[in-house]
């Protein structure tokens, strides 16, 4: 866990890696909607889940051309053996997300009606069934399409913590506590100089050992 103490020479220490692996984000969003389509497919199966599951199980859909199906039943499988919970409901918003993100209404055009990171994030949660807060974000920042925003996982939470952020990791997180918690690491990052994005992934290497997503 980060602490006051370890938290700038850990930095130091990744920095690199950090920049290396945003940089790697930044990219999707530059190489199309099924691109898009397959980091949303992580991120709705991230929730709840490993993110290692949520990988296995996007590596399988995008090889197996079924993320670019209509075959519920058939994603459901894979995300099951993938070790995805709430496999039913996944597959189901999977569905649901593409025809939201690329149907008449389109990603392109939810970004341009709400340009402010927050806003984009918050009206993703409304609209993309699977996607909560945290989620949003995390699809936000794994494709560059905005790096301002809290993913407040248990892990980000234990180290938000640590370093003092907050008093304590909450049990539940309603929308008004999540804002106000993100605001507060925002209000960190200015003061020590780290990106949120930066300080994110800093944080979960922590937990995990590893820069992932």
Same mark, same amino acid.
């Given at each position: 866990m980060l602490t006051p103490d370890t938290l700038q020479e850990k930095y130091s220490a990744r920095r690199h890696e950090i920049e290396k692996r945003l940089d790697d984000f930044a990219r999707i969003s530059r190489q199309g909607d099924d691109a898009l389509l397959s980091e949303l497919s992580f991120c709705i199966c991230a929730a709840n889940s490993s993110a290692e599951a949520a990988s296995k199980a996007q590596r399988e859909l995008v090889e197996s051309g079924l993320l670019f199906s209509q075959d519920a039943p058939a994603v459901s499988?894979?995300?099951? &053996? &993938?070790?995805?919970?709430?496999?039913?409901?996944?597959?189901?918003?999977?569905?649901?997300?593409?025809?939201?993100?690329?149907?008449?209404?389109?990603?392109?055009?939810?970004?341009?009606?709400?340009?402010?990171?927050?806003?984009?994030?918050?009206?993703?949660?409304?609209?993309? &069934?699977?996607? $909560?807060?945290k989620e949003a974000g995390h699809f936000l920042r794994n494709t560059g399409l905005a790096t301002e925003v809290a993913i407040l996982d248990?892990?980000?939470?234990?180290?938000?913590? $640590?370093? $003092?952020?907050?008093?304590?990791?909450?049990?539940?997180?309603?929308?008004?506590?999540?804002?106000?918690?993100?605001?507060?690491?925002?209000?960190?990052?200015?003061? &020590? $100089?780290?990106?949120?994005?930066?300080?994110?992934?800093?944080?979960w290497s922590e937990e995990t050992g590893r820069i992932f997503k």
């Open positions: 499988a894979v995300l099951l &053996s &993938s070790g995805v919970r709430f496999h039913k409901n996944k597959a189901k918003y999977l569905m649901e997300a593409r025809k939201e993100l690329f149907g008449k209404k389109g990603l392109e055009k939810t970004i341009l009606t709400h340009e402010e990171p927050t806003m984009l994030r918050n009206a993703l949660a409304d609209e993309i &069934s699977g996607l $909560g807060m248990r892990h980000i939470l234990k180290n938000m913590a $640590g370093l $003092g952020i907050i008093a304590r990791r909450p049990k539940t997180l309603t929308r008004k506590r999540y804002i106000a918690i993100e605001k507060k690491m925002q209000r960190f990052c200015e003061k &020590s $100089g780290i990106p949120m994005a930066h300080l994110d992934l800093l944080m």
